[in-house]
């Protein structure tokens, strides 16, 4: 029986976004490679055209912080029904969260994982938890996980309290060269709040979790990091008080790095006035001053990735009353247009009192979704940097011009709960190729 001859596939009218630079260019791929990028591409015979006029064309994207809920939360996703998701927010990677029943504290469940990522659209990079069940108490195998390929261990939704035991994490990670991702909640400080603590809280009538429920967790990892002379990722940084405090231990040479999430960058506490829990999240969505400090973080490279955060979870769990409802928003499919729109376009220009945010580039997307969150996770190589003949046809294409409504009923994940619902938003990505293949077109997903 013949093989089949991988397809050949045209980018045209394209300005490519790489490195730091923009120039016009098509792209031809076959199979899973770049074959030929130019100005002037004669189109093969028999290739199939995929038009990119008057849009950017991208190295796709790497997410960081993705909640799959395989195993044990299948009515609120899947490993097939979130990778499509984050096919078409043009994600070609995304790092799968160890917060599933049971928990990925071992290898055998990091296996079982594996094995159910055959279909994915996307690249699944599987973290473990730090501790055994995520219970604080004990810490996993990391010398055996590290073996199996795991590069990420966090306890995520939970933080490590333990002092002694996060040292001891810190201390082996650094020998193993592995990455110590910490979920920053001291919950002596939360007090079982379920918002921001401030204005809205009391207004409200919302038990609130204050600031410095992430703020005396950064302090205290970051005291372990410079002790240990060791390395730390900080998820989700929520508060302008955390981000200062990561901005100057940068400055003093610690060897950390930090992400952010499109809500916090975007929403703040105010949107709970309708006591919908769509607006639920943990950290929770805090003032304008935090949405400006989580921004001016951006800017000015304190924070070195944009992670989507992407937490499904089932129709009749958060239609609960928002003290009963789980913390979490889904944001694989929005993540890039939200950024896009409130930092680069400039859609929601914001000023509170000595702060502003600041104007990106396209370029500096690429390093927030692709260039910083590929080095974080280990994952990096050619076509996470360049588009160029002899690397991996990972590509998205973004149309900066569309203008696009968020409805429920097409979401591609199990779950609606988006706090962009029938919202417009700014530009949205128009193809996704992941290993050469079209897994979507035109904002459609191909499988």
Known sequence: MAVAEPRAIVIKGATLVEDGTERRADVHTVGGSIVEVSRELEVPSGAQILDASDCYLMPAFVDLHTHLREPGGERAETVTTGSRAAALGGYRCVVAMPNTVPAIDSVAMVEFLRSLCGDALCDVEISAAITVGRLGESLVPFRELAASGVRIFTDDGRGVQDDALMA???????????????????????????????????????????????????????????????SMHFLHLSTEGAIELVRRAKAEGLRITAEATPHHLSLTHAEVATYDARFKVNPPLRTERDVLAVRDGIGDHTIDAIATDHAPHSPETKDEPFDCAPPGMIGLETAFSVAYGELVARDNLRVAGDLASRPLTIADLVRLFVTHPARIARVSGPSTQLIGAGNAADLVVFDPSERWTVHLEDTASRSQNTPYANLNLTGRVRHTLYRGEPVVIDATAQR
């Open 168 to 230: 001891e994490a810190l201390a082996i990670a650094r020998e193993l060269g592995v990455v110590v991702a910490q979920h920053c909640e001291d919950e002596s400080h939360a007090r079982g709040g379920h918002m921001h603590e401030g204005r809205w809280s009391s207004l409200l009538g919302i038990p609130g979790q204050p600031s410095s429920t992430e703020e005396v967790m950064v302090a205290r990892d970051l005291r372990l990091v410079r002790e240990l002379d060791a």
